[in-house]
């Protein structure tokens, strides 16, 4: 049993999907899976693992910023030998080509994180997205908008921001980083694609625009936790998908 997970062995899908919120682990797991059983509840960061369309799927919340989420992921990489992580969270919209509850896959994650620092000794790692994952998920997605109808969210494929401050000291910092095509700003991403690379693995973010930091509209705590299901289904089919 890993330290923070402390799940047995087979107890974790190859498959994993990331949310933050061990709450929407749950409520994921609930929805979208079936046979769904808790397998861990350490420090009260929720796991579940279950089957959709028959395959295996875990779900496992990494809580909040980089620190944490590399806690539970590399113990999901090197001691439950999970191929696959996609994380499915929220992020804060910097540009107003976004909306609220749009979606966006990204393809890579910039930072102000000294967690890449350190490990390069200074050098500016680039953290990227598995191309197998992004390809699968931006061709789910663009099969899936008919189904949403006019009313679905727009799904926008390019680069977050992973910041380590969720009250930044010096938001102007974040907004310059619009000019060069970031869209959205987080708190794991990037820690996830480096380790991801670091282990051999595949990893991807996902991530639903919860709140606007251009104009101000927000969702509320229940719906960031029970409501974001465009993007968990996305990451199911493109986790899944044949020759995965």
Same mark, same amino acid.
């Given at each position: 049993m890993s330290t923070h997970i402390g799940a047995a062995p087979g107890d974790i899908a190859p498959l994993v999907l990331m949310p933050g919120?061990?709450?929407? &682990? $749950?409520?994921?797991?609930?929805?979208?899976?079936? +046979? &769904?059983?808790?397998?861990?509840?350490v420090r009260g960061m929720l796991g579940f693992t279950g089957t959709w369309q028959g395959q295996p799927v875990s779900v496992q919340?990494?809580?909040?910023? $980089?620190?944490?989420?590399?806690?539970?992921?590399?113990?999901?990489?090197?001691?439950?030998?999970?191929?696959s992580v996609i994380r499915v969270g929220s992020c804060g919209a910097l540009t107003e080509r976004l909306a609220v509850r749009d979606l966006v896959i990204a393809s890579g994650a910039c930072t102000d994180s000294s967690m890449n620092r350190i490990a390069f000794e200074?050098?500016?790692?680039?953290?990227?997205?598995?191309?197998?994952? =992004?390809? +699968? *998920?931006?061709?789910?997605?663009? *099969?899936?908008?008919?189904?949403?109808?006019q009313d679905g969210p727009a799904v926008h494929v390019g680069l977050i921001f992973s910041s380590d401050s969720f009250y930044a000291a010096r938001p102007e910092l974040?907004?310059?980083?619009? +000019?060069?095509?970031?869209?959205?700003? @987080?708190? @794991?991403?990037?820690?996830?694609?480096?380790? *991801?690379?670091?282990?051999?693995?595949?990893?991807?973010?996902?991530?639903?625009?919860? +709140?606007?930091?251009?104009?101000?509209? @927000?969702?509320?705590?229940?719906?960031?936790?029970?409501?974001?299901? @465009?993007?968990?289904?996305?990451?199911?089919?493109?986790? =899944?998908?044949?020759? *995965?």
């Amino acid at each position: 049993m890993s330290t923070h997970i402390g799940a047995a062995p087979g107890d974790i899908a190859p498959l994993v999907l990331m949310p933050g919120d061990p709450l929407r &682990a $749950q409520w994921i797991a609930e929805t979208f899976l079936d +046979d &769904a059983r808790c397998y861990t509840q350490v420090r009260g960061m929720l796991g579940f693992t279950g089957t959709w369309q028959g395959q295996p799927v875990s779900v496992q919340g990494s809580g909040m910023g $980089q620190p944490s989420l590399a806690i539970y992921v590399n113990e999901l990489f090197t001691d439950y030998d999970v191929a696959s992580v996609i994380r499915v969270g929220s992020c804060g919209a910097l540009t107003e080509r976004l909306a609220v509850r749009d979606l966006v896959i990204a393809s890579g994650a910039c930072t102000d994180s000294s967690m890449n620092r350190i490990a390069f000794e200074g050098l500016d790692y680039a953290p990227v997205a598995d191309f197998g994952l =992004l390809r +699968d *998920a931006a061709a789910a997605a663009e *099969a899936r908008a008919a189904t949403w109808g006019q009313d679905g969210p727009a799904v926008h494929v390019g680069l977050i921001f992973s910041s380590d401050s969720f009250y930044a000291a010096r938001p102007e910092l974040t907004a310059r980083m619009v +000019d060069y095509g970031v869209l959205a700003v @987080e708190m @794991e991403a990037a820690a996830l694609y480096t380790l *991801a690379a670091k282990h051999g693995r595949r990893a991807l973010a996902i991530c639903t625009v919860s +709140d606007h930091i251009v104009t101000g509209e @927000e969702t509320s705590s229940h719906e960031r936790e029970q409501t974001f299901g @465009e993007m968990v289904e996305i990451a199911l089919t493109a986790g =899944l998908a044949p020759g *995965a």
